[in-house]
């Protein structure tokens, strides 16, 4: 199985802060990797598919890279309403696999 | 727009069975492959199975193979997951999702909670 290792498990920033959200995979995944934002009590949201596709309706202020087996979702311009669980998911092969999670909140 | 809507949820006993639903609206459902996630609770998420879009063909996390079965009803727009011989540690709120064969999931239910204890 290909494990997804997040960081950090946990980040606070202020509004207007530049986030950076790491996820490593334990192999190659051919840009199969997908980022989903979870606000409390609902359920996921896409953001980002193909590792830096901006999926439809996402605010441009997040973005997705890719290097190697590390992949980063960036937050431009924190806003209130950012504050969520983020997680990250590949898709290269089955079982499909995510990562712990991590949570942004707000100073 | 895309509607997912998950109805099965409820409590059970350790090795009972319970089957989920998921009706969908807003899209060609038969074109799109379907998936299932949990989440226990206070934790993260899980992959737990996905259908081809034709229902043929099916894939499992090693958790619940040979116990969940994985299902479509074409025609009635309707996802199933029937769970049989159910554990504690099945205990979650289960996700409906758009897609998911090798690929992202793009929309999502708003989950139905399964519980199972004695």
């Known amino acids: 199985d290909i494990q997804m290792t997040q960081s950090p498990s946990s980040v606070s920033a202020s509004v207007g802060d530049r986030v950076t959200i790491t996820c490593r995979a334990s192999?190659?995944?051919?840009?199969?990797l997908a980022w989903y934002q979870q606000r409390p009590g609902k359920a996921p949201k896409l953001l980002i598919y193909?590792?830096?596709a901006l999926y439809s309706g996402v605010p441009s202020r997040f973005s997705g890279s890719e290097s190697g087996t590390d992949f980063t979702l960036t937050i431009s311009s924190l806003q209130p309403e950012d504050c969520a669980i983020y997680y990250c998911q590949q898709a290269n092969s089955f079982p499909i696999t995510f990562g712990q999670g991590t949570r942004l909140e707000i100073k | 727009e895309v509607q997912l809507v998950e109805s099965g949820g409820g409590l059970v006993q350790p090795g009972g069975s319970l089957r989920l639903s998921c009706a969908a609206s807003g899209f060609i459902f038969r074109n799109y492959a379907m998936s299932w996630v949990r989440q226990a609770p206070g934790k993260g998420l899980e992959w737990v199975s996905v259908i081809s879009a034709s229902g043929d063909t099916t894939n499992y996390a090693n958790s619940v193979k040979g116990r969940f079965t994985i299902s479509r009803d074409n025609s009635k727009n309707t996802l199933y997951l029937q769970m049989s011989s159910l554990r504690v540690e099945d205990t979650a709120v289960y996700y409906c999702?758009?897609?998911?064969?090798?690929?992202?999931?793009?929309?999502w239910g708003q989950g139905t909670l399964v519980t199972v204890s004695s």
């Open positions: 999702a758009k897609g998911g064969w090798l690929a992202a999931c793009d929309s």
């Open positions: 192999q190659r995944l051919s840009s199969y």
């Open positions: 193909a590792a830096s």
